[in-house]
Protein backbone atom coordinates (compact mmCIF):
# COMPACT_ATOMS: atom_id res chain seq x y z
CA UNK A 1 0.00 0.00 0.00
CA UNK A 2 1.02 3.16 0.04
CA UNK A 3 -0.07 6.44 1.06
CA UNK A 4 0.23 10.14 0.93
CA UNK A 5 -0.42 12.76 -1.66
CA UNK A 6 0.91 11.84 -4.97
CA UNK A 7 0.61 15.03 -6.65
CA UNK A 8 2.02 18.51 -5.88
CA UNK A 9 5.32 19.61 -5.26
CA UNK A 10 7.96 17.29 -6.46
CA UNK A 11 9.37 15.18 -3.82
CA UNK A 12 5.74 13.50 -2.93
CA UNK A 13 4.85 13.23 -6.72
CA UNK A 14 9.10 11.27 -7.35
CA UNK A 15 7.80 8.96 -4.07
CA UNK A 16 4.74 7.86 -5.58
CA UNK A 17 6.16 7.59 -9.15
CA UNK A 18 9.22 5.43 -7.31
CA UNK A 19 6.46 3.13 -5.73
CA UNK A 20 4.83 2.19 -8.98
CA UNK A 21 8.10 2.04 -10.38
CA UNK A 22 9.31 -0.94 -7.91
CA UNK A 23 5.89 -3.00 -7.88
CA UNK A 24 6.49 -2.93 -12.04
CA UNK A 25 10.00 -4.28 -11.65
CA UNK A 26 8.78 -7.30 -9.34
CA UNK A 27 6.01 -7.44 -11.39
CA UNK A 28 3.47 -7.27 -9.10
CA UNK A 29 0.27 -5.76 -10.38
CA UNK A 30 -1.15 -1.88 -9.28
CA UNK A 31 -4.20 -2.48 -7.04
CA UNK A 32 -5.78 0.95 -6.92
CA UNK A 33 -7.48 -0.02 -3.92
CA UNK A 34 -4.84 0.35 -2.15
CA UNK A 35 -3.46 3.29 -3.48
CA UNK A 36 -4.30 6.28 -0.89
CA UNK A 37 -4.18 9.50 -1.41
CA UNK A 38 -4.10 12.02 1.71
CA UNK A 39 -2.94 15.24 2.72
CA UNK A 40 0.53 15.45 4.28
CA UNK A 41 -0.90 15.62 7.95
CA UNK A 42 -1.42 13.17 10.98
CA UNK A 43 -5.49 13.39 10.85
CA UNK A 44 -5.75 13.11 6.79
CA UNK A 45 -3.44 9.57 7.02
CA UNK A 46 -5.89 7.99 9.98
CA UNK A 47 -8.60 8.74 9.01
CA UNK A 48 -8.01 7.66 5.69
CA UNK A 49 -6.29 4.53 6.39
CA UNK A 50 -8.49 3.67 9.53
CA UNK A 51 -12.12 3.59 7.02
CA UNK A 52 -10.06 1.42 4.54
CA UNK A 53 -9.10 -1.20 7.31
CA UNK A 54 -12.82 -0.72 8.79
CA UNK A 55 -13.90 -1.69 5.40
CA UNK A 56 -11.59 -4.49 5.10
CA UNK A 57 -9.10 -3.56 2.60
CA UNK A 58 -6.26 -5.97 3.15
CA UNK A 59 -2.61 -5.33 2.99
CA UNK A 60 0.81 -6.60 4.93
CA UNK A 61 2.91 -3.57 4.16
CA UNK A 62 2.36 0.16 3.27
CA UNK A 63 4.99 2.83 2.29
CA UNK A 64 4.38 6.19 3.49
CA UNK A 65 5.02 8.92 2.24
CA UNK A 66 6.38 11.16 5.06
CA UNK A 67 6.56 10.97 8.73
CA UNK A 68 3.70 12.66 9.93
CA UNK A 69 1.68 10.48 7.11
CA UNK A 70 3.27 7.64 8.81
CA UNK A 71 2.47 8.73 12.40
CA UNK A 72 -1.17 8.83 11.31
CA UNK A 73 -1.11 5.11 9.44
CA UNK A 74 0.67 3.56 12.27
CA UNK A 75 -2.39 4.85 14.48
CA UNK A 76 -4.93 3.58 12.31
CA UNK A 77 -3.12 0.32 12.42
CA UNK A 78 -2.77 0.03 15.69
CA UNK A 79 -6.97 0.79 16.60
CA UNK A 80 -8.13 -1.65 14.23
CA UNK A 81 -6.21 -4.16 16.35
CA UNK A 82 -3.47 -5.41 14.41
CA UNK A 83 0.18 -5.58 14.90
CA UNK A 84 2.87 -4.00 13.59
CA UNK A 85 5.26 -5.38 11.89
CA UNK A 86 3.51 -9.01 12.20
CA UNK A 87 0.45 -7.88 10.42
CA UNK A 88 1.48 -4.90 8.28
CA UNK A 89 5.30 -3.59 7.46
CA UNK A 90 5.28 0.05 7.90
CA UNK A 91 8.10 1.87 5.81
CA UNK A 92 8.80 5.74 5.53
CA UNK A 93 10.92 8.78 4.20
CA UNK A 94 12.63 10.99 6.14
CA UNK A 95 13.38 9.57 9.73
CA UNK A 96 10.68 11.15 11.85
CA UNK A 97 10.88 10.93 15.38
CA UNK A 98 7.20 10.91 16.10
CA UNK A 99 6.74 7.39 15.11
CA UNK A 100 8.89 6.33 17.89
CA UNK A 101 6.38 7.30 20.02
CA UNK A 102 4.18 4.62 19.08
CA UNK A 103 6.46 2.16 20.43
CA UNK A 104 6.39 0.11 16.97
CA UNK A 105 9.37 -1.29 14.89
CA UNK A 106 9.49 0.59 10.85
CA UNK A 107 11.50 1.34 8.37
CA UNK A 108 12.97 4.33 7.66
CA UNK A 109 14.48 5.74 4.64
CA UNK A 110 17.46 8.15 5.73
CA UNK A 111 18.26 10.81 3.37
CA UNK A 112 20.63 12.67 4.53
CA UNK A 113 18.85 15.79 4.92
CA UNK A 114 22.20 17.90 5.87
CA UNK A 115 24.32 17.03 2.74
CA UNK A 116 20.79 17.97 1.00
CA UNK A 117 21.05 21.10 2.36
CA UNK A 118 24.38 21.98 1.90
CA UNK A 119 24.70 20.39 -1.98
CA UNK A 120 21.41 22.50 -2.50
CA UNK A 121 23.23 25.56 -1.09
CA UNK A 122 26.14 24.97 -3.03
CA UNK A 123 24.41 24.62 -6.59
CA UNK A 124 22.63 28.29 -5.76
CA UNK A 125 26.12 29.87 -5.00
CA UNK A 126 27.49 28.25 -8.03
CA UNK A 127 24.15 29.93 -10.06
CA UNK A 128 24.72 32.90 -8.70
CA UNK A 129 28.48 33.45 -9.94
CA UNK A 130 27.66 31.76 -13.09
CA UNK A 131 24.72 32.53 -15.13
CA UNK A 132 25.44 29.87 -17.42
CA UNK A 133 25.76 27.20 -14.85
CA UNK A 134 22.10 27.67 -13.78
CA UNK A 135 20.50 27.19 -17.52
CA UNK A 136 22.02 23.27 -17.23
CA UNK A 137 19.47 20.60 -15.64
CA UNK A 138 21.57 19.60 -12.83
CA UNK A 139 21.39 16.06 -10.81
CA UNK A 140 23.59 15.37 -7.58
CA UNK A 141 23.59 12.11 -6.05
CA UNK A 142 23.10 12.31 -2.27
CA UNK A 143 23.92 9.08 -0.44
CA UNK A 144 20.59 7.03 2.16
CA UNK A 145 20.07 3.95 3.64
CA UNK A 146 17.16 2.00 4.54
CA UNK A 147 17.03 1.39 8.41
CA UNK A 148 14.95 -0.42 10.84
CA UNK A 149 13.73 1.67 13.93
CA UNK A 150 12.84 1.19 17.17
CA UNK A 151 14.23 -2.48 17.85
CA UNK A 152 17.96 -1.35 17.75
CA UNK A 153 18.96 -0.16 14.03
CA UNK A 154 19.97 -2.02 11.21
CA UNK A 155 21.49 -1.70 8.36
CA UNK A 156 19.48 -2.99 5.06
CA UNK A 157 21.18 -1.36 2.39
CA UNK A 158 22.79 1.55 1.15
CA UNK A 159 22.57 2.68 -2.19
CA UNK A 160 23.76 5.93 -4.36
CA UNK A 161 20.90 7.07 -6.52
Do not use: W
Not at 96 to 116: A, C, E, M, W
Request: charged share 20%.
Amino acid sequence: MFIGPHNGIPVVRHRFEGYLKALKENNISIDENIILETELTFESAHNILYEALQKGVDIDAIVCVGGFVAFGAGNAILESNLRIPDDVILGEFGENRIILTLGIPFYSVKQNPYQIGTEAVNLFIKCLNDDAHCSESLNVIIEHEIVYRNLGVQRLSQNAG
